[in-house]
């Protein structure tokens, strides 16, 4: 499924919480000096009593303007959504815009579970004081109503799932939805994963999630691309992008921050995790074709690139079975960790920066490239005008997706 977009729909806001910035100024700083925040997790139900699951966790979110009432009963991959759709709202100014003609679309599911695991320890054995609220936070539509209790968001509000495809997935459903007339402004919420140890052992067994090659160095675990990559390593990211037409954005003196030219959605027919080639070629090129562009008119790539040792093989055919080998290409999740459901959403963001900056982010510990064939961008940032960009994210279950992007500055 390819979309050939309205040449007038863009995002007009952004919100972005990272490990290695919360906040657009910050996200910004963070991946163009090539931060990173990576080590043994800390946070409580992330490890049991003989494991070092590596990871990159963000830092204090902070929300003044949420009431105390709400916060005592807001898990972090709710305080995460209210801080980037906060940001993206005031970036897209939509204070007065019709509600009913606001739609939010959270990309992701099952994404409390460290919260549930902890509320399942501490009232195991005490079933009667078990919190109500527990009744709300294990269903899907917990953030829906956080999100649209606290803005005025009354079109509609669902959750979207797609694994690690999820953010960019939701930002390909604004998309239709605007297109469409459903809504005039749709928010795609790339929402941050809360991983216990049970989904980090869940990971590890499957191959998925690195190894304790690099125990005793977690900094130099994340190697998307690298010769000595051996699995993602997670990060607590999650982004919210504001998506409209440049018409009703210029009304209220929004400026936009990217075009959207082209999407496409291509399944592979695979319940199992292992990448397919053809799949991944096909989504490249049917979001090509609907943004009208040929391989040689992309001049900056943010793939999916997690550190899988086959994902990364076989995106990086893909890219060059497209005919993408001259463009430009980093690895975000080695500067943020893999967001798993947020990952497509923040790429996007990062992608926006980028283009905002002229300039590209590096790329950490990629010391020796697999593919010589690319064009990777090294361990220092690179000046480059982007002009049409191609976003990439892959999940579980055969899901590929892509969008292309335009800068609104030429």
């Not at 910004?28 to 800390?42: E, Y």
Request: proline share 5%; glycine share 12%.
């Amino acid at each position: 499924m390819n979309s050939a977009l309205p040449s007038d729909l863009i995002i007009s806001g952004m919100g972005v919480v990272s490990p290695i910035g919360i906040g657009i100024d910050a996200f910004r700083t963070g991946l163009l000096r090539g931060d990173h925040r990576f080590a043994i997790m800390q946070r409580p139900g992330r490890q049991t009593e003989d494991s070092a699951f590596l990871g990159a966790e963000c830092g204090e979110i902070h929300l003044p303007r949420v009431p105390a009432r709400v916060l005592r009963a807001c898990s972090l991959p709710g305080k995460a959504a209210l801080a980037a759709l906060d940001e993206a709202w005031q970036n897209a100014r939509l204070d007065g815009v019709d509600p009913s003609r606001i739609g939010l679309i959270i990309g992701g599911s099952n994404l409390q579970q460290r919260e549930l695991t902890l509320t399942r320890q501490k009232y195991a054995e005490r079933l009667a004081f078990l919190r109500p609220t527990y009744a709300m936070t294990f269903l899907d539509s917990d953030l829906c109503g956080l999100c649209t209790d606290l803005f005025p968001i009354r079109g509609f509000a669902y959750t979207l799932g797609g694994a690690s495809a999820a953010g960019q997935l939701a930002v390909i459903q604004a998309a239709d939805a605007v297109a469409s007339g459903r809504v005039d402004v749709a928010v795609a919420v790339g929402a941050l994963m809360d991983l216990s140890f049970w989904e980090c052992a869940g990971f590890r067994a499957a191959g998925a999630m690195g190894s304790e090659r690099f125990a005793e160095a977690p900094e130099q675990a994340c190697r998307p691309f690298d010769e000595q990559r051996d699995g993602f390593i997670f990060g607590e990211n999650c982004a919210a992008l504001v998506v409209e037409r440049a018409e009703t954005s210029a009304q209220r003196g929004a400026a936009p921050r990217g075009l959207l030219r082209g999407t496409a959605v291509v399944m592979d027919g695979n319940r199992y995790p292992n990448p397919n080639a053809d799949g991944e070629v096909r989504v490249i090129r049917e979001a090509l074709q609907a943004a009208d562009l040929k391989p040689g008119e992309i001049d900056y790539i943010n793939p999916h690139g997690t550190g899988s040792p086959l994902g990364d093989k076989t995106e990086s055919e893909a890219l060059l079975q497209c005919g993408l080998e001259h463009a430009p290409l980093n690895t975000t999740k080695s500067l943020t960790g893999h967001g798993l459901c947020a990952a497509g959403a923040v790429e996007i963001a990062a992608t926006l920066v980028q283009m905002e900056a002229g300039r590209l982010h590096p790329s950490r510990n990629l010391d020796a490239p697999m593919n010589g064939a690319l064009n990777f961008v090294g361990a220092t940032a690179r000046v480059q005008n982007v002009h049409n960009a191609l976003c990439l994210s892959y999940g579980f279950g055969g899901v590929n997706t892509a969008v292309c992007l335009q800068n609104p500055r030429g």
